[in-house]
């Protein structure tokens, strides 16, 4: 996108810097005299995002609700979620980094947790896979907006096994695993066309039935190292209870306040 065209942009007092859609100049900031003349929105339908807030008031979070361990907390909070019929609760951002720090982000699906960790499928040849071989930690974020909560964890990152691998993959339908095999995650492919037609011919070469699990693709188990729960609380007085591990003699875990 050509970001120094300015027709589709609002302007500031004749500067022709565009305005990000309901965000702030990115020259001058939030606020002053001249906000309440300014126009935040590049469409009809974008709201102004600096007015755009909600009050947290739906639950809270005090150390004497928290279940003893962050794995029994987890449960109860991923139970809340599903019960409230939360669209993908599985759903996590994995945020990784690569050999020279620089930070990534994606979503995945998590497909089980138990007090070891968190697990997730993935291509083991993709930019998160070759980020994790040489920095395998990673955090983890469950948005849960609709309980107005979020979890985050962070942690070392192992790779879980075949036997366990094969537990994520023979439940994929045929065309998810024939689609997993076709695409080299991550690549740079030359167009849609293109890798429809991989799918096509490795269906037609392969027998029918469950696809075989590919060596390069397989689950990640993220370890904890703190789990953090988060619930929205008034006034944005939010509530942070982490649990960490502690390192010190006896292992176990330790649980802290945090200032929101
Ligand atoms: C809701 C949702 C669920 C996803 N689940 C997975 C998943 O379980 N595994 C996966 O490899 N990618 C999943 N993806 C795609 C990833 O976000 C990402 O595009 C892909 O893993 C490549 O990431 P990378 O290039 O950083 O390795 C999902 C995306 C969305 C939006």
């Known amino acids: ?10 302007t500031l007092g004749g500067a022709d810097t565009p305005v990000p859609a309901g965000g702030a100049h990115p020259a001058r900031g939030l606020g002053g005299a001249r ?22 008031t739906d639950g809270v979070l005090r150390e004497e609700d928290l279940a003893p361990t962050w794995v029994e907390q987890f449960d109860r909070w991923f ?85 366990a691998s094969d537990g994520l993959w ?30 096509r011919l490795l269906d037609a070469q392969t027998p029918p039935g469950p696809v075989p699990r590919p060596a390069i693709w397989g689950g990640y188990r993220v370890v904890p190292q703190r789990v953090e729960f988060w619930q929205g609380g008034r006034d944005r007085l939010h509530d942070r209870l982490q649990f960490v591990r502690d390192d010190g003699e006896g292992g176990g875990w330790i649980v802290q306040r945090l200032a929101p």
């Open 1 to 10: 996108m050509d970001m120094t065209r300015t027709s589709a942009w609002p």
């Open 170 to 199: 023979d439940p994929r339908p045929r065309g998810s695993q024939l689609a997993a095999v076709a695409s080299v995650q991550s690549t740079v492919v030359e167009s849609r066309q293109e890798l429809e037609e991989r799918v």
């Open 35 to 56: 906000a309440g003349r300014r126009r935040r929105c590049q469409h009809d339908r974008v709201p102004d995002l600096s007015r755009m807030r909600r009050d947290y």
């Open 79 to 163: 139970g809340d979620v599903v019960a409230a019929e939360v669209p993908e609760p599985n759903a996590v951002v994995v945020a990784t980094a690569d050999a020279d720090g620089a930070p990534d982000a994606r979503i995945v699906l998590m497909k089980g947790y138990d007090e070891a960790g968190f697990i997730f499928g993935t291509s083991y040849a993709s930019t998160k896979g070759a980020e994790l071989a040489v920095n395998p930690r990673a955090a983890l974020v469950f948005p849960w907006h609709a309980l107005q909560r979020q979890v985050r964890v962070r942690g070392r990152v192992e790779r879980i096994g075949d036997a």
